[in-house]
């Protein structure tokens, strides 16, 4: 792990971070080709990419319905019961974060408000292929339930022989996934974007996936919604010399193992704590069956950061903004306030990470790379929109109406003063005398009076 000592006063700077920060030109370039391959060609294109990148031929994407349900009996059923309780914490916590629709009404009448509408259909990404990953099934799509979305449509890559993951299969159907399309990569982000012969366009689509599944989610935003760009994950673990190195280095090590990329920091203001985690960390990587990958993101993206005092300390991690943030200290919550930049704050000794990550029931789709400091994790807004309400009255309009005028006229917009001054006419003459109005009229109905020129500064 590289070190990072800083001096009394010295606040830690974004740049001595190991992180790129965007997508490799090569695989932004790659993933383009693949997504207008995908708009040009539709199913076709799928069948080639997935003989291409996971060796299968498929005749047909969507998964039969009833695999789900086949699927549940295939497990364990310890798994089907851990499964069932992570879903329900997971929906009974985004619940809480569902916002109604809501209308005031002004003393004159006026009503204003907001609608709250779900999405109609929403595209899950889930990584698969080698791996399973039914908790990113759960966090994906329970909110997107919870919201009201019509149609969940989850895209997940194959695996050899062109089936999908037993456990994936059993958590889709606790979780209430509508339709489920085996293919993966930057051409299922194509697909539900744009739509083919067999599987629909969404209105958004969430969910985690490699480079070039984030680089396509790039790519076709703003011809459908994306949750974010998510890049390797992260945790951050702030620790003083309460903390105890063994526990530390494990939730250091539960990061790393998924992914060489995945960055891992240890923020301290005890130098003797650091020397103490770097000595545990050796043995117990080489203990992990997942020792490669692990030592490889401790190696490379691993940074340790001793600061002479707790206040630095807490800088460098609202600097860092991590994904996940565990708080190692005495009288953690006295720290909560001070935490500005953070996808997901774990409080204290007990709080592991991977407590979130399964089953706590905040959502561990989280922001990474820094995007903390302008992101959220994924929620049940993510999936509806709001359209604001307008409901003017008479009394209404003749009480805003001069102030948009003068405003309109200000920003040289003459017709949006004329809308508004067109109606106060006919409020204050009728409807015969607003249409007995000549065109040289005009002028004065939208501009009752020239606005002084702006004084010199």
Not at 134 to 161: F, H, N, R, W, Y
Not at 299 to 309: F, M, S, W, Y
Request: aromatic residues 6%; negative net charge; contains cysteine.
């Amino acid at each position: 792990m590289r070190n990072i000592t800083l001096a009394q006063g010295e606040y830690l700077k974004a740049g001595q971070l190991p992180r790129q920060g965007v997508l490799p030109a090569k695989v932004v370039t790659a993933a383009a080709g693949i997504v207008e391959e995908v708009r040009e060609r539709g199913d076709a294109a799928l069948r080639d990419f997935c003989l291409k990148f996971d060796g299968v031929e498929m005749d047909d994407f969507r998964v039969d319905p009833s695999a789900m349900d086949a699927a549940i009996d295939r497990v364990d059923l310890e798994f089907v019961e851990a499964v069932k309780k992570a879903a329900a914490q997971i929906r009974d916590f985004h619940e809480r974060e569902v916002r109604q629709s809501w209308i005031t009404t002004r003393p004159d009448g006026t009503i204003l408000g907001q609608k709250v509408t779900p999405l109609s259909a929403a595209g899950v990404y889930v990584p698969g292929g080698r791996a399973q990953y039914p908790s990113t099934v759960l966090m994906d799509v329970i909110p997107a339930k919870v919201a009201g979305v019509e149609k969940i449509v989850m895209v997940t890559p194959p695996q050899k022989e062109g089936g999908i993951s037993p456990y994936t299969l059993a958590a889709a159907k606790v979780a209430g996934v509508d339709e489920i399309y085996a293919v993966g990569g930057a051409q299922a982000i194509a697909a539900v974007a744009y739509g083919t012969e067999s599987i629909p366009k969404v209105d958004k689509i969430v969910g985690p996936g490699n480079a070039f599944v984030a680089a396509a989610k790039r790519i076709v935003s703003g011809d459908v919604g994306i949750d974010m760009v998510a890049g390797p994950s992260e945790v951050c673990v702030l620790a003083d010399d309460s903390a105890n190195p063994v526990v530390v280095a494990a939730d250091l090590m539960a990061q790393a193992e998924h992914d060489p990329l995945a960055a891992c920091y240890l923020v301290t203001s005890s130098a003797e704590l650091a020397q103490a985690v770097q000595e545990k960390l050796p043995a117990m990587v080489a203990a992990s069956p997942r020792a490669e990958i692990t030592a490889a993101s401790l190696d490379n993206e691993g940074v340790v950061i001793v600061a002479p005092t707790l206040d630095q300390a807490i800088e460098a991690v609202n600097v860092i903004a991590p994904e996940h943030l565990e708080l190692h200290c005495d009288d953690a919550m006295s720290l909560l306030g001070r935490i500005k930049n953070a996808g997901a704050i774990f409080i204290g000794h007990w709080s592991s990470e991977p407590l979130g990550d399964y089953v706590a029931g905040p959502n561990h789709t989280l922001p990474t790379g820094g995007t903390a400091v302008f992101s959220n994790p994924l929620g049940v807004d993510d999936f509806v929109k709001h359209s604001s309400i307008i409901n003017y009255t008479k009394e209404g309009l003749e009480i805003d109406g001069p102030a948009v005028q003068v405003m309109a006229q200000a920003e040289g917009l003459w017709a949006h003063a004329l809308s508004v001054g067109v109606r106060r006419k006919m409020l204050a003459d009728g409807e015969e005398a607003l249409n007995a109005v000549t065109p040289d009229e005009l002028f004065a109905i939208a501009w009752p009076r020239i606005l002084n020129t702006p004084k010199e500064a």
